[in-house]
T-cell receptor, first 115, second 110 residues
Framework: NAGVMQNPRHLVRRRGQEARLRCSPM?????VYWYRQLPEEGLKFMVYLQKENIIDESGMPKERFSAEFPKEGPSILRIQQVVRGDSAAYFC?????????????FGPGTRLTVL | DAKTTQPTSMDCAEGRAANLPCNHS???????VYWYRQIHSQGPQYIIHGLKNNETNEMASLIITEDRKSSTLILPHATLRDTAVYYC???????????FGKGTHLIIQP
């Protein structure tokens, strides 16, 4: 059973460009989470999605950031008009949503560098 | 979610048991204790979780005090590859996002 997959692993963008980060959850997992880790800081929750639904986006910046998890295909985190402060590691996690627990399995991350 | 307190860093000799403490004095009755770790530059890794009883799996053991106000993660035979930041997280059984604190930087010494 393959783990959570993220691509690309490294992404370089110039200021003002768009960044698209992809996440394929583990087989059988219908819950996806995105986290951001700024340099030398801890992980911060951004958004929680189920298939075709955003459940909790309380950690998402109000502008330029969006996320989706379509019926078919991977979850996408989209950052429009990137700025240098968006440079970070972005981790995706998936969960099987067993009743009463919240184990999340993380991917290897996408390192975004904004020039 | 209940707040947790962990030491900033700890050392442990290779081959010895690493015991990582976590205080969570405001934990409520339906909240679980989760442990994750993050090895440098990698994605966090789930280790173990528990509610009231002690738990053991192939990676570690989790000892939760009877009053549930603190817990200890035990790595029975630490190796150099166990050097990582270890996060203790307390939260309910819902499917919400996790709140990571600063964790404990565990350094395994050869």
């Amino acid at each position: 059973n393959a783990g959570v997959m993220q691509n690309p692993r490294h992404l370089v963008r110039r200021r003002g460009q768009e960044a698209r980060l992809r996440c394929s959850p583990m087989k059988g997992h219908s819950h996806v989470y995105w986290y951001r880790q700024l340099p030398e800081e801890g992980l911060k929750f951004m958004v929680y999605l189920q298939k075709e639904n955003i459940i909790d986006e309380s950690g998402m910046p109000k502008e330029r950031f969006s996320a989706e998890f379509p019926k078919e295909g991977p979850s996408i985190l989209r950052i429009q008009q990137v700025v240098r402060g968006d440079s970070a590691a972005y981790f995706c996690a998936s969960s099987p949503r067993r009743q009463g627990t919240n184990e999340q399995f993380f991917g290897p991350g996408t390192r975004l560098t904004v020039l | 979610d209940a707040k947790t307190t962990q030491p900033t860093s700890m050392d442990c000799a290779e081959g010895r048991a690493a015991n990582l403490p976590c205080n969570h004095s405001t934990i409520s009755g339906n909240e679980y204790v989760y442990w994750y770790r993050q090895i440098h530059s990698q994605g966090p890794q789930y280790i173990i979780h528990g509610l009231k009883n002690n738990e053991t799996n192939e990676m570690a053991s989790l000892i939760i005090t009877e009053d549930r106000k603190s817990s200890t993660l035990i790595l029975p035979h630490a190796t150099l590859r166990d050097t990582a930041v270890y996060y203790c997280i307390v939260r309910g059984g819902g499917a919400d996002g996790l709140t990571f604190g600063k964790g404990t930087h565990l350094i395994i010494q050869p």
